[in-house]
């Protein structure tokens, strides 16, 4: 099946962190080319910062914000309020990149003619272009699902991996702050969602003290504002190594991604900043000792502990250089 070129579009995507965004890049950019201006909104959640991510994105239009977490489209009325939010909009499509029933539902209401989405359990009530998900397919990987969808309605994907763009504004705010650190520069990704994702601080800095003995770069430590006293922990570690690099952590989003563009390289736990650089293009050394490696991007390498081991602690500072140094 085809669906003809449409009117102004509506995606959700609920999931809530960056790297969640990230994966759907490739997806959004395809359901933009199917509409009459090339552009989308989108309905997303904080968490995922997908206004600051997507700043510089020609295909999004505009981001509403989904407050489950808040109240504000929580339960019943919460269910209304999120109607009333998208009939404002006055959307001809909407597609739902998840298979809850609660965002069919609410389009519906909102009174959006044509409902796209996983059609997964009661969901598919509330669809009405007849595409569904394969049962082997409605309880895969969040990349799966999507590209089985866009492939059941015959629409290219013509991007093979997440390709994000930077703003100039804050390519602009990273020069000015930064360019007196030479060039090469490599990041180090330090946060973590979950305690069994983080390398931890001591060995870090005992990277970055590596990294400046073996190569003449500039090393930069990134994160969010969670990460502040893990980052100062490493600074000051490093300092006493007698080394330095370049703080960069609780960065407005947007200049995270004009920075990471500049790097050389990227280590870092399995993160939303990681896949972030992926889709800079920046080669990922990504370290999975407590997940599972993620596979959908050529530039991201996985490094697993030699042990086999589900241990972050199993990786070693030497195996890390070393892997390192293979890329170039």
């Not at 298979?99 to 539902?105: H, N």
């Not at 994702?197 to 003290?209: C, M, N, S, V």
Request: net charge positive; hydrophobic share 45%; glycine share 10%.
């Amino acid at each position: 099946m085809k669906l003809a070129l449409s009117g102004r579009t509506l995606i959700v995507q609920p999931l809530p962190g960056i790297g969640d965004m990230v994966w759907h890049l490739p997806h959004i950019h395809a359901i933009a080319a199917t509409t009459a201006e090339g552009r989308v909104d989108l309905l997303a959640k904080p968490r995922s910062q997908a206004d600051r991510l997507l700043r510089a994105d020609p295909c999004v239009e505009r981001v509403l914000w989904l407050e489950r977490e808040s109240g504000r489209h929580a339960g019943l009325r919460g269910l209304w309020r999120l109607a009333s939010l998208l009939h404002q909009g006055r959307y001809q499509r909407v597609w739902i990149l998840h298979g809850s029933t609660r965002y069919a539902l609410a389009s519906r209401l909102a009174g959006i003619p044509e409902r796209v989405g996983y059609g997964v359990g009661l969901q598919a009530r509330l669809l009405n272009v007849p595409v569904r998900l394969p049962p082997d397919r409605r309880h895969a990987h969040p990349i799966v699902r999507a590209d089985t969808l866009l492939e059941l309605l015959d629409i290219p994907r013509n991007e093979p991996e997440p390709r994000l763009a930077t703003a100039a504004d804050a390519e602009q705010a990273v020069a000015e702050r930064f360019d007196a650190w030479p060039a090469p520069w490599t990041a180090l990704g330090i946060g973590s969602s979950e305690p069994w994702k983080q390398w931890g601080a001591a060995r870090f800095a005992e990277l970055a003290l590596a990294l400046e003995r073996h190569r003449s770069s500039s090393t930069f430590i990134v994160g969010g504002p969670a990460e502040r006293s893990l980052a100062d922990e490493m600074l000051s570690r490093i300092r006493a190594g007698g080394g330095r690099a370049a703080d960069a952590v609780a960065l407005p989003l947007e200049q995270t991604a004009a920075l990471l563009a500049r790097c050389r390289g990227y280590i870092g736990n399995d993160t939303g900043v990681l896949n972030m650089a992926a889709a800079l293009g920046v080669p990922v050394i990504g370290l999975f000792g407590g997940s599972q490696p993620l596979w959908h991007s050529r530039f991201i390498h996985p490094l697993l502990p030699l042990s086999g081991q589900r241990d972050m602690a199993a990786i070693t500072v030497p195996q890390v250089l070393e892997a390192f140094m293979r890329l170039g």
